[in-house]
């Protein structure tokens, strides 16, 4: 199959339109703070949550505003969690019904959605006075905006957007997530947005965002903490005009598929993105006896402070990455594992059978002082594979966490 | 019981010596390198190692050694970990030989153990050349040079030593132990080497250990890496002539109440010298259902990215810590927990009911600012608790171990 990456995110599919403002949720005027994102008709669709037992009170609202798989409208602050906060859910309610009453549509087709700090209050005054603003400017190139509202300590804008199609006609997905620090999702990933033109329904949308999740979003992390308010919803308004997907076809596939390119894009972004990082780091796992193998262990050596503090450096200490692996909770054979480096700058063995090798510290410099590393890993017991995303530890990393609030 | 705090370290009890020394394993002449502790007679013993299935080649060799609960030596060197070699257990055998002929004793009684760089060859040709000199060094106050021998990244030495009685008999355990990083240990902790002069059976020494060390060393966390060669022994000479222990008797109980006290005193020096550690960050759970689920909330805070990187800047985010108790993988009313912070500088609460309540930002810097900071969590659904020893997440960590080889 054919999937042409294109621009216009979240307004790429037929239907959508987006916009973001700063209405004044954060103090500084400069940072947007509020995004929308409409769709002209009622959408299919599905979401996915944090597993934290603490959840941010967007969550509670938005599953129980989706629970009948429709919805029309994203809106979703930066700057303020609405997380442990005695009045959360309240306010949430309050957040749709604002937007709904500004849109003309039901509180109960949006999907909310905030991030920012823990346990403050949310102030529902600014939504109030920029609703009118925000939807007004609701247009065909706000993917852009509703964006960068939603970014946090984010330093770049996460926005993707692919064509492809089904049964011959022309489909399209588009995305926007933020990342960048308290990411380790389980089950789910901070904040990503997806719409589609896609005629799929929200049960075969619920199937093929959770298989596409697995492999993408989960296998992220930045810092090892799990958020409050990860979500991951999409929509589909079906304006392509497939013949709608109800079961697990060939359509179906190649839905999934197109899904799986820009979840991994946005994946991939959001881990060299991560707070403080100055590079990707990318762990591949191969000859693993199952998945679940290849996963735990790709997902340790990603986890690892120690690696990530050698990758900033430069530092070829895979000594961390056998560690990492051993302690990782999974039984395999340590005196066969082989580990090597990959960039752009080359390719360098540095393990074999569990043990030391001599290798060149100059090429191996070269190779991880790149932007983005592969450690490749063979475990050599199994044809099972993964690859876990992830960045390196910074001076940053430290700063940004020392003083987050202020 | 009376446990009063000495002086002395390893040789504090009947019967030991020990000695440090540089023999040449690390380049610079500045550090010692090489530490022996010695004992007259033959001691009982037990040690608990490791979990990480990528273990040292010196644990496996030590796990022979002292399979019939006896030992009279440790020999210990830093630099390398002697760990994913080819030849490590040759080459572990083969330090067991040149301390057991320098010695006169059997190379069967000696507890091995080697930390530093994973996967780089141990010369044994500076031990070769260095053992006379060691073994000629022994002496009653040679607990301070072994302590400095087997220090890696520490910048404080760890070494502590109390008296006691076991019926009527003036009793001593001595230890010494080091950090500082890939510090997370499961089942034992990094390298700690303790003496008694009590007489107890090598059973109920391991049972006294094992006890003891599920509540110290288990509980403690520098970055979430646990180690490849983890080592926690015990040796006990029987020179204080206490009746033998060999049953879970009150003197059982004395005994291990000492040996505890012991164990937290390093444990906490430990983590608050931490790889670039400011300070000491205790987690206190309390009111949990059970000392699992307490002992598992206490340790998801403590290992905390974020958490830790709040510490270091003093910052009072106790969201992070309410999203810590979330993921934790526990089953707990996140709607009942009340968080305080407390230190020299007062104690302020931030948390009330899961929710955040009022509080002065100033008091809270003054508290945080601290150089040993409790958070205290209080779940209010039980009559459990369990403590966890951390540190904070700071610029020197990542400076530390973005360039440890070189």
Request: hydrophobic content about 35%.
């Amino acid at each position: 199959m054919d999937i042409k990456f294109t621009d216009g995110g979240v307004t790429a599919p037929k239907g959508f339109t987006a916009n973001g403002i700063h209405c004044g949720i954060r103090k500084s005027k400069d940072k947007k703070d509020l995004a929308l994102i409409f769709c002209e008709k009622e959408c299919d669709t599905a979401a996915v949550y944090t597993q934290n037992l603490v959840c941010g009170a967007p969550i509670t609202v938005t599953k129980n505003n989706i629970s009948d798989g429709k919805a029309r409208a994203v809106v979703c602050n930066s700057g303020i969690a609405n997380t442990c906060n005695a009045d959360g859910i309240e306010k949430a309610e309050g957040m749709c019904e604002i937007t709904a009453n500004a849109l003309g549509i039901s509180k109960s087709d949006i999907i909310v959605a905030s991030t920012g700090v823990i346990g403050q209050p949310l102030d529902l005054e600014p939504v109030k006075n920029g609703i009118g603003e925000l939807v007004s400017g609701l247009n065909k190139n706000g993917s852009d905006s509703a964006a960068n509202a939603i970014m946090t300590t984010d330093t770049v804008k996460k926005e993707f957007a692919c064509e492809f199609t089904l049964g011959g006609k022309p489909c399209h997905i588009g995305a926007i997530s933020k990342g960048s620090g308290m990411i380790h999702p389980n089950m789910a990933t901070m904040l990503a947005f997806i719409t589609t033109d896609a005629n799929i329904s929200s049960e075969m949308l619920k199937t093929s965002l959770l298989e596409v999740v697995a492999d993408s979003f989960n296998m992220l992390s930045v810092d090892g903490d799990t958020s409050t308010n990860d979500t991951v919803a999409i929509l589909a308004s079906g304006l392509c005009e497939n013949e709608r997907i109800t079961e697990k076809n060939d359509d179906y596939r190649t839905f999934t598929l197109a899904l799986s390119s820009i979840c991994e894009k946005l994946v991939k972004l959001m881990a060299k993105d991560g707070e403080g990082a100055t590079k990707l780091v990318e762990c591949v796992v191969t000859g693993a006896s199952d998945v679940k193998t290849a996963k735990t262990c790709a997902k340790a050596v990603i986890c690892s402070s120690l690696v990530k503090a050698a990758m900033f450096g430069s530092d070829a200490n895979w000594g961390r990455i056998l560690c990492a692996l051993g302690y990782s909770g999974v039984d395999i054979d340590v005196h066969r594992v082989d580990v090597k480096f990959s960039s752009d700058g080359g390719e360098i063995e540095v393990c074999k059978d569990g043990s030391g090798i001599d290798f060149s510290e100059e090429l191996a410099k070269k190779v991880l002082s790149c932007d983005e590393v592969y450690i490749l890993v063979d475990l050599k017991s199994g044809a099972s594979c993964a690859t876990a995303y992830g960045c390196d530890l910074t001076y940053d990393y430290v700063k940004i966490n020392g003083d987050y609030r202020t």
